[in-house]
């Protein structure tokens, strides 16, 4: 087992470590969207002071008990493009499938609900639904779109293909980047998705619903920028 080094990138990191996403996002540094830079410079860029040397030994640490309690590395390098998209298809796209609208139905609860009493439930309502807008047209353009051209492509290497796939595919990262926006604006207003003292049933499930969903659309978005559009970025 090697240890991971400050050289190494965040995107890389959670590639063989993927519960590694939890501690990167329990300190802000971004493994998604922009997860290809050194893991030292990530540490630099941040707008909070952390020990390099100290958050590398707790990182190794951590890694090693994950490894130890008998965890296998996933060997994405080995996977073809094509049964990448079957992963996301079936781990990411059918999750949002199903939560999104259920989950829009209790954020726009609790903002008719407690809207009065926290201001701040109108624009959660609204960067929600920005963001399930977003995400349902992004995941049909890829089905129906950027993955055909992908499993063709795993098929036979065309250079026209590639060059389609490509334009595509910062299409793509460009969606990617506007959902981050909006998952963040969505953790910042709800300071975490910490329900407030007062919160009701349904405010505390809205929050851990909201929760998940930001955990699964990181990792999403982090299979697809770093692993499957990353053979077409040269």
């Not at 707790?58 to 309690?69: G, K, M, P, R």
């Not at 989950?103 to 439930?121: A, N, Q, R, W």
């Not at 795993?154 to 959902?179: C, G, P, R, S, Y």
């Amino acid at each position: 087992m090697k240890l991971f080094q400050m050289e190494d990138t965040p995107a890389d990191i959670v590639k063989v470590y993927p519960k590694a996403s939890d501690i990167f996002k329990q300190t802000n540094i971004n493994f998604c969207c922009k997860g290809n830079i050194p893991l030292s410079e990530a540490i630099e860029k941040k707008k909070e002071a952390i020990d390099g040397d100290a958050f590398l030994k707790d990182l190794n640490s951590a890694y090693q008990t994950w490894h130890e309690e008998g965890n296998v590395e996933i060997n994405w390098d080995e996977m073809s493009s094509t049964e990448l998209i079957s992963h996301i298809v079936e781990r990411h796209h059918h999750y949002l499938k199903e939560e999104l609208e259920p989950i829009g139905f209790f954020v726009t609860k609790i903002f008719k609900v407690h809207g009065d009493k926290h201001p701040f439930l109108k624009d959660l309502y609204k960067y929600y639904h920005m963001f399930k807008v977003d995400m349902e047209a992004h995941m049909q353009e890829e089905e129906n779109d950027l993955f055909p051209l992908i499993e063709a492509y795993d098929q036979e290497k065309d250079d026209k293909l590639f060059q389609e796939i490509k334009e595509l595919n910062t299409v793509m990262e460009q969606d990617h980047e506007l959902a981050e926006e909006f998952l963040t604006a969505m953790h910042n207003i709800t300071d975490g998705f910490t329900p407030p003292v007062d919160a009701c049933g349904s405010f505390r499930t809205t929050y851990a619903r909201l929760a998940e969903l930001e955990k699964n659309t990181i990792q999403h978005v982090h299979l697809e920028n770093n692993l499957l559009f990353k053979p077409f970025m040269h």
